[in-house]
């Protein structure tokens, strides 16, 4: 009797254990769908200006920008949602709700504030500090609740917004620089620019990839102590 109740109690904690290793890897997944479709769309969308597709777009190309960058928010969220809920990991029953409030009142808030202070030079890294305050919300609120629950054994998403906010002080600053610069083709002008928000848009892009793999690579190698902790 007492050997069968030992074997039940090892089979709940295995089974404890082997949820949170879920939980730990399914939310490491988050940062490769950020990664993939936050930063791969508007890259995308940036490559149109240097194509010879632009001349199409002319006027239109901001609110195309700004329509994909939408896109890609919205499509990386539901992704997110679809693969916690998959992977039975969204945890407090309250998380999408905060999940949905986080990636969307941070963006709409910044970015109306700059519309309506004039600081158009800003709105295409925009993105870059208003996903650092979402990453930043999650960790402090879902994040937290999972890691009290044992069932997560790291903070990627806290780290994640802290390294996202601390990216945005050069990105910024690139953004805010002022001069101009054309892109030409056979010695003809496509489209001028200012130097500053387009060289800044590289930099947040290339600085999220390597905050969301840093992110990602600790959440996946954190996970194993889930299984093999004492």
């Known amino acids: 009797m007492a050997e069968g109740m030992e074997e039940a109690v090892r089979i709940a904690d295995l089974a404890e254990r082997l949820r949170a290793y879920k939980t730990s890897l399914a939310y490491s997944y988050c940062f490769v769908i950020w990664a993939s479709l936050m930063i791969g769309l508007p890259l ?25 960058v939408g896109v ?29 409030l986080a990636f969307s009142v941070p963006f709409a808030l910044i970015y109306s504030s700059l519309s309506a202070c004039g600081l158009w030079e800003f709105m295409p890294v925009a ?17 937290n609740s999972l890691v009290r629950e044992g ?9 994640t917004g802290l390294l996202a906010l601390i990216a945005s002080v050069p990105v910024l600053y690139l953004a805010s620089r002022p001069e101009p610069c054309e892109y030409l083709v056979a010695s003809r002008p496509m489209w001028a620019w200012l130097a500053g928000p387009l060289s800044a848009m590289l930099l947040a892009s290339a600085l999220y990839l390597v905050i969301s793999f840093v992110a990602s690579l600790y959440a996946f190698l954190r996970a194993e102590r889930a299984v093999l902790k004492p």
């Open 127 to 143: 993105w870059c500090p208003a996903g650092g305050i979402a990453f930043l919300i999650v960790g402090l609120t879902v994040e």
């Open 44 to 68: 995308a969308c940036l490559a149109i200006m240097f194509s010879p597709w632009f001349g199409a777009l002319g006027h239109h190309y901001l609110a195309v920008f700004f329509t994909i």
């Open 151 to 159: 069932l997560m054994n790291a903070r990627p998403f806290l780290l």
């Open 72 to 100: 890609a928010i919205v499509a990386s969220l539901a992704l997110m949602f679809f693969l916690l809920i998959r992977m039975d990991a969204l945890g407090d029953p309250r998380a999408s709700l905060i999940w949905s």
